[in-house]
RNA sequence: CGGAGUAUGGUGUAAUGGUAGCACGAGUCCUUUGGGAGGAUUUAGUCUCGGUUCGAAUCCGAGUACUCCGACCA
C-alpha cells in the first residue's frame, strides 16, 4: 500500500474526548472513528489489525479441527424466554420489535441460538464431542462504555461453544480450549494469565478469565509473586498467602481479554441437547463457552505496548510489517533515485508477499514521515534516503529498538527475512 | 440508573455581558528535506431549545451528547 493512497490521516494533537492511551493512539493513528459512545469504524489502518488477529485466532481453531459456522445477528425472543435470559440478562439485553410487533433481541451472546441448533443435531454419543467456533457481532446496551475499543456496545467477538457427553468430556474440551487460546494470546502478543473467576450470568459452575496485566486495566486480579497463581478478588479476597505455594498475594489492575466458562447442563436442560444411550435412556449435554473480545484485544495490545512516539505493534498484529520511508530530497536527481530505488524495493517486497507501507508521499519532511512511522507503529520501518544511498544502502530499524542498521541494498532481501 | 466533569471550525485552544481570535490540519502555489520546516493564499466554528438583557460563546433553566468514578462485562 502506498501511503499516499491511504485514505486515512493522522492527527497531531490528542483529541480531548480520549483519556485511555490505547482511544488515544488509535484515534490519532486514524485506525477509528467514533460515531456515538462505544460505536466505532474500524478504518483501514484498523481493520488490517483486526483481519490480522482475526487470522491469527482462526487459524489455531483450524490447526485444532474446529469447524467455524456463523449464526444470526438477530434472534426471536422466544429463545431467549426459553432460557430464561430473556428476563435475567437485564438491560444490557438489546430488545427489539418487528414491524409485525415480532419480539427479537439483538445478539448480546449466542448461547441461545448455538443450543437450538444442537438440540435438533445431537442425537448419539457418538456425535459428542465437538466444538464449533465462530466471528461474529455483539450487541449489548452498556450501561457505560468507555475507553474507546476497550468497551464497546457493538463488537466482534470471537465465540466458541463445546458440547460433550459428560463432566469428564466437558473437562478435556476446557482444557483444550485453555490451551488454544494461551497459544492465540502468545502469538498476538498478549501476556494473558487464566484466572480462576466466578461465572456471574452466563450460569454454570467454573470460569477462567485472560487477564492481561496493565495499569489502565479496570479489574483487579490477586497474583502470587511466586509461583505465578493468579485468581479473581471475588474468590481470592483477602488472600495474603498463594493457595498454591503459599507465596505473597498481590493486587493487580487487569483488562479482561477473555472468558471461559464451563456452562454445564444450563442451556442444555433448556433447550433439551441430549444424547441416548444403548438403552434408549437421555444424557444432557455438557456445554463449555469459550470468548474473546477482538477490539478489546487489539486496544488492550496497545495499552501494553506503545512509548511516547506512539504504537509499537508485535511483528503479527501490525497493519503492515514492513514501513518503507523514502526521504525527500531537494536536489531533483537524488530525490528521482531515492523514488525509483524505494519503488523498486516496495514492489519486490510485495512480490515476495511482504505486506508493506510505502510512504511515497513528496513534501513531507523527513521528521514528519518519522513521527507518522512511529505513531503508526510498523514493527519494522525501512529508510531509503540521499544518505543512505551514499552508501548503497538502506536503514533498518526495529519499531521496539532504538537501534539503527544500515544494510547493502543487495544484502536487502535476505536480510528482511531474517526479521521476519 | 447513582455520583462528578466538559461542550467554540476537522483537531487543539482563546475571548470573565460589547467586533468570535490563534495554532495545527485540509486545498492551491513557491521554496525546504534525517525527527512534526518556511512564505503566500483559500477554507471552516460558539451542542439544541427557551429565558434574562439594548446586546449572550459568556448569566439562568431544560434537554442532548461526550468523558471519568461506581456496578457489570469481552
Same mark, same amino acid.
Not at 430473556?86 to 439485553?93: I, P, R, V
Not at 481470592?236 to 503459599?246: I, L, N, T
Given at each position: 500500500m502506498k501511503q499516499s493512497e491511504l485514505f486515512t490521516k493522522v492527527l497531531r494533537e490528542t483529541p480531548r474526548?480520549?483519556?485511555?492511551v490505547s482511544h488515544q493512539l488509535l484515534l490519532r493513528g486514524g485506525f477509528i472513528y467514533r460515531f456515538a459512545s462505544g460505536m466505532y469504524a474500524l478504518l483501514p489502518l484498523g481493520f488490517l489489525v483486526f483481519k490480522k488477529i482475526e487470522n491469527i485466532i482462526r487459524e489455531e481453531f483450524n490447526k485444532a479441527g474446529i469447524q467455524e459456522l456463523l449464526m444470526s445477528l438477530l434472534h426471536p425472543a422466544e429463545l431467549w424466554k426459553k432460557t430464561g435470559r430473556?428476563?435475567?440478562?437485564? &438491560? +444490557?439485553?438489546w430488545k427489539i420489535k418487528s414491524r409485525t410487533g415480532e419480539e427479537m433481541v439483538l445478539a448480546m451472546t449466542h448461547e441461545e441460538t448455538i443450543a437450538a441448533i444442537a438440540a435438533d443435531t445431537?442425537?448419539?454419543?457418538?456425535?459428542?464431542?465437538f466444538i464449533v467456533n465462530q466471528f461474529q457481532t455483539k450487541v449489548r446496551d452498556e450501561e457505560r462504555p468507555r475507553g474507546g475499543l476497550l468497551r464497546l456496545r457493538e463488537f466482534i467477538m470471537q465465540d466458541a461453544y463445546s458440547f460433550d457427553k459428560d463432566e469428564e468430556g466437558l473437562s478435556r474440551s476446557f482444557q483444550k480450549m485453555i490451551g488454544i487460546y494461551q497459544k492465540i494470546f502468545k502469538n498476538i502478543g498478549l501476556p494473558a494469565i487464566p484466572v480462576k473467576a466466578s461465572a456471574g450470568l452466563m450460569g454454570g459452575e467454573d470460569s477462567y478469565e485472560f487477564m492481561v496485566l496493565a495499569d489502565s486495566g479496570e479489574d483487579e486480579v490477586v497474583i502470587c509473586r511466586?509461583?505465578?497463581f493468579a485468581a479473581n478478588t471475588e474468590i481470592?479476597?483477602?488472600? &495474603? +498467602?498463594?493457595?498454591?505455594?503459599?507465596g505473597e498475594m498481590v493486587i493487580k489492575n487487569s483488562i479482561e481479554v477473555a472468558h471461559a466458562f464451563k456452562l454445564g447442563t444450563k442451556y442444555s436442560k433448556a433447550m433439551n441437547i441430549f444424547w441416548n444411550d444403548k438403552k434408549g435412556e437421555k444424557h444432557l449435554v455438557q456445554m463449555g463457552c469459550y470468548g474473546i473480545g477482538l477490539e478489546r484485544a487489539m486496544a488492550t495490545i496497545i495499552e501494553i505496548s506503545h512509548d511516547d512516539h506512539g504504537i509499537i505493534w508485535p511483528l503479527k498484529v501490525g497493519p503492515f510489517r514492513v514501513h518503507l520511508l523514502a526521504l525527500g530530497s531537494s536536489k531533483k536527481a537524488v530525490w528521482k533515485k531515492i523514488k525509483k530505488i524505494s519503488e523498486k524495493l516496495y514492489q519486490d517486497l510485495k512480490k515476495s508477499g511482504t505486506d508493506v507501507l510505502y510512504d511515497?508521499?513528496?513534501?513531507?519532511s523527513a521528521g514528519e514521515k518519522f513521527a507518522e512511522a512511529d505513531l503508526i507503529g510498523i514493527p519494522i520501518r525501512v529508510v531509503v534516503s540521499e544518505r543512505t544511498l551514499e552508501k548503497n544502502s538502506v536503514e533498518i530499524k526495529k519499531r521496539k529498538e532504538d537501534k539503527v542498521k544500515l544494510c547493502l541494498i543487495k544484502f536487502f532481501p535476505s536480510y528482511l527475512k531474517t526479521l521476519l
Open positions: 474526548e480520549a483519556t485511555f430473556f428476563e435475567t440478562a437485564g &438491560k +444490557e439485553l445431537v442425537r448419539s454419543e457418538s456425535e459428542l464431542p511466586k509461583c505465578g481470592a479476597k483477602d488472600k &495474603k +498467602e498463594c493457595p498454591q505455594c503459599g511515497d508521499r513528496e513534501g513531507r
